[in-house]
Each structure stands twice: as C-alpha cells, then as structure tokens.
C-alpha cells in the first residue's frame, strides 16, 4: 500500500502564505500524476493544481498566479505553496497521487489520497 501524509496547514490571514506538504510513502516503484484538491464546506471537492511526471503544471483558475504546485521526485513529495491567500481559499485540502507499486507479483497501480489538511483565511 502507499500512503500518504499531508501537512503545512493552518490558519493565515488575508494576504499571508502557507505551504502545503504531501508525503509519500510504501512500494512504490514510480509516481506519474500528483494533484491538489481541496473541498469546503458544503461544497464539492475540487482539482486546484496538477503536475505531470514531467513537471507540466496546471491550475485552476481561481489560484493561478498565486499558488505553486511542485513537486520532490527523490523524496517521493508534492508541494503546494500558496500565496496572496484569500478567504475564498478556506478549505480541506487532500493531496491524490497515482502511479505503480511493487507486489509479491510484480507491480499493480495505485491511487491513492492523503487525509486532507485545514487552511483557513480569515481576519
């Protein structure tokens, strides 16, 4: 199994940063897609950022220019830097990576999720 542990959340005011963590962890032979979604409350869950196993990114519209997706492919890590912070930013934000794993057979693909971590904006 693969799992995976976020953290970097917090509360901020209007304007101010944070950084968002997602690490990585298990059989894992190899990670194509990372992602950043984030969901508040009563709302659906949705995709904020993606980076390929190339290093293509791409954002959703409301966080472009003011937040960053990268990622640490020795250390198995995604990031989410997160700046200009907003209130409209509040939310649970879940990291998802997929790629392929090591079993007694060989390898399988995996999908997996972090457990979400807390960013609110307020003043």
């Known amino acids: 199994q693969v799992q995976l542990v976020e953290s970097g959340g917090g509360w901020v005011q209007p304007g101010g940063s944070l950084r968002l963590s997602c690490a990585a962890s298990?059989?894992?032979?190899?990670?194509?897609?990372m992602r950043w979604y984030r969901q508040a409350p009563g709302k659906q869950r949705d995709l904020v950022a993606t980076?390929?196993?190339?290093?293509?990114?791409n954002y959703a519209d409301s966080v472009k220019g003011r937040f960053t997706i990268s990622r640490d492919n020795t250390e198995n890590t995604l990031y989410l830097q997160m700046n200009s912070l907003k209130p409209e930013d509040t939310a649970l934000y879940y990291c998802?990576?997929?790629?392929?794993?090591?079993?007694?057979?060989?390898?399988?693909?995996?999908?997996?999720w972090g457990q979400g971590t807390q960013v609110s904006v307020s003043s």
């Open positions: 998802n990576i997929r790629g392929t794993r090591l079993t007694w057979r060989g390898s399988t693909a995996f999908d997996s």
């Open positions: 298990g059989s894992i032979l190899s990670i194509t897609t």
């Open positions: 980076i390929t196993s190339g290093g293509v990114t």
